[in-house]
């Protein structure tokens, strides 16, 4: 992936991005790392450009939340795309797939920035906390009220309307409100839901269907549901109070929890450290608290590639 000494600014920029996309596709070997730094302390301008990439791909971040009426006041906000065109990337690096979801908040009325919880309520009065870096769009009709989460997730109290039945889509299956209180989560292509108060009833794309009542859990994939789980509603609702419960957890979820939080991105490199379980309770505030502890109590060796680039190894690999 290296390039010659001295190229142009077009060459660096191109390579910057091949390097951004390697370094945050969770598949890079050790070999690459090496290479990586070799190219990244080639020459200071190499160094300068991959820092003005994590930049500008972080600004987006940062950005205050504003529902779609909104949109149209700012439209230099509704995507990296904007940030990243305008700062020179080539056509063929966005289209690699670095852009990440950003398609999630383009389509949503209601999103969360890294490290933001907010609070919302929807016009007919349902009370909706989005967890950090979560994505909502609203559909709501005189016969329907209907929600899709893009990405992340959020916990709704919903408020009564015999009318109009409540439910929220999300990768291709469906959780119907029977009551009111429930958390939806996303966590790669699994959703998860857990219910506080009353009762819902779940769809998984395959069509399978469960009726959840209050202390239960079930998590669905496209191939249909899971098994219904106790569920822990101090666990499953912390964040909305700046915690992070964490019970046996698989580290690659940990993981997928503290950069909604982070700066910059925790990434496990290779599939050995994912199943790797982890337990304790954290402040939202302090998610680098959660980095320590998984170096001092796992077999994991962290490494910092540039500040906003953190990769968690098997401590063996060196």
């Known amino acids: ?41 080639r020459c200071r301008d190499n160094a300068a450009e991959y820092h003005r990439l994590e930049r500008l791909w972080m600004q987006f971040d940062r ?6 009426e909104h949109k149209t006041r700012a439209p230099q906000r509704l995507s ?3 940030l990243l065109i305008g700062g020179g990337v080539t056509a063929s690096a966005l289209a ?39 994505a909502l769009a609203i559909d709501f009709s005189d016969d329907r009220r209907r929600l899709r989460l893009q990405r992340g997730r959020a916990f709704f109290d919903v408020a009564a309307d ?7 889509e ?26 506080q108060e009353s009762a819902v009833s779940v769809t998984a794309p395959s069509g399978e269907h469960i009726r959840l009542s209050a202390g239960e859990t079930v998590s669905y994939r496209a191939a249909g549901l899971g098994a219904v789980g106790v ?12 915690r992070l419960i964490f019970n046996d957890k698989p580290l690659n979820s940990v993981v997928s929890d503290v950069n909604r939080y982070r700066h910059g991105r925790l990434q496990i490199v290779g599939t050995s450290l994912e199943r790797l379980r982890v337990s304790g309770v954290f402040d939202v505030k302090n998610p680098d608290g959660i980095l320590d502890a998984i170096v001092s109590t796992l077999p994991v060796r962290a490494i910092e590639v540039t500040p906003l680039l953190v990769l968690l190894l098997p401590r063996a690999i060196v």
């Open 170 to 195: 999300a990768k291709g299956g469906q959780i119907e409100a029977l009551g009111t209180q429930f958390v939806v989560s996303i966590f790669g292509d699994e959703v998860s839901t857990s219910v």
């Open 231 to 242: 569920a822990d509603a101090e666990i499953d609702t912390a964040w909305r109070h700046g």
């Open 162 to 168: 015999g009318r109009r039945p409540f439910a929220v």
């Open 63 to 68: 950005l205050p939340i504003a529902s779609r």
């Open 1 to 41: 992936m290296t390039g010659p000494d001295g190229g142009g600014s077009t060459d660096r920029q191109a390579e910057a991005a091949a390097w951004f996309t390697r370094m945050n596709s969770g598949e890079v070997t050790p070999a690459e790392i090496d290479e990586f730094r070799t190219w990244y302390a």
């Open 96 to 134: 690699a797939g670095w852009l990440g979801n950003i398609q999630d908040y383009i389509v949503s009325d209601e999103f969360t920035a890294i490290a933001e919880i907010r609070e919302t309520r929807l016009p007919d009065g349902t009370g909706v906390t989005l967890d950090a870096d979560s």
């Open 80 to 82: 990296r795309r904007t």
